[in-house]
């Protein structure tokens, strides 16, 4: 699970915009403002049934992290939370 779901930043982050380009999602903010600081991005590669390769992206830690749980869905209430 990406933390940026449960950051105070995510609707400001440029790095949570690329990782929504990834996964080739609507985007919650076009011009994000803000800049976090080291983010680790976790990159899975995931086979499918059909042979087809899956990316996934996902932070898995950030210094500019600052938790607001439940930030994600406040954004985009009662829509599947990306995982
Ligand atoms: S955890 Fe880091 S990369 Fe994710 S939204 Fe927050 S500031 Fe951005």
């Known amino acids: 699970m990406c ?3 449960n950051c105070h930043w995510v609707n400001r982050c440029k790095t949570y915009h690329s990782v929504e380009r990834q996964h080739g ?3 919650l903010n076009p ?3 803000f ?3 080291n ?3 976790h990159i ?3 086979e499918q049934n059909n042979a087809d390769i899956e990316v996934e992206w996902d932070v898995r830690e950030c210094s500019s992290f600052l938790e607001e749980k439940g930030k994600w869905l406040k ?3 009662g829509e599947k ?3």
């Open 75 to 77: 954004l985009r209430p």
């Open 39 to 41: 983010p680790s991005i």
């Open 25 to 27: 999602v609507k985007h």
């Open 3 to 5: 933390i940026c779901v």
């Open 31 to 33: 011009n994000p403002d």
């Open 81 to 83: 939370l990306p995982s």
């Open 35 to 37: 800049q976090g600081n």
């Open 44 to 46: 899975l590669l995931k």
